[in-house]
């Protein structure tokens, strides 16, 4: 069974960074697409960042360039670098990966961006 644990968050002031990381102990992530998603109540949960088996990364508009998505395959870990933050990024960020064409997600870890 896949797991993904994320880590990393907490409370931040306006313009403050926060280095989340999602792990595995179950399947190798540098062979799969992974990505970033942020939820906040009542909202729909939002694609964040994307690291593909390439390297390649991609962003959403609204975190472009202030986040960066890398790997770091020695940690068997994908982490998301927030640099900047502002309040509207607060959330719970998840993580994400397909594994034999089913989804898995982390539990999350909470972002809170106090004004």
């Known amino acids: 069974q896949v797991r993904l644990v994320e880590s990393g968050g907490g409370l931040v002031q306006t313009g403050g960074s926060l280095e989340l990381s999602c792990a595995s102990a179950t399947i190798v992530l540098s062979t799969n697409a992974v990505t970033w998603h942020r939820q906040v109540p009542g909202k729909e949960r939002e694609w964040v960042a994307t690291v593909v088996s390439g390297g390649a990364t991609n962003y959403a508009d609204s975190v472009y360039p202030r986040f960066h998505i890398s790997r770091d395959n020695a940690r068997n870990t994908v982490n998301l670098l927030m640099t900047n933050l502002q309040p509207q990024d607060s959330g719970t960020y998840y993580c994400?990966?397909?594994?034999?064409?089913?989804?898995?997600w982390g539990q999350g870890t909470q972002v809170t961006v106090s004004s």
């Open positions: 994400n990966t397909q594994w034999r064409g089913r989804p898995y």
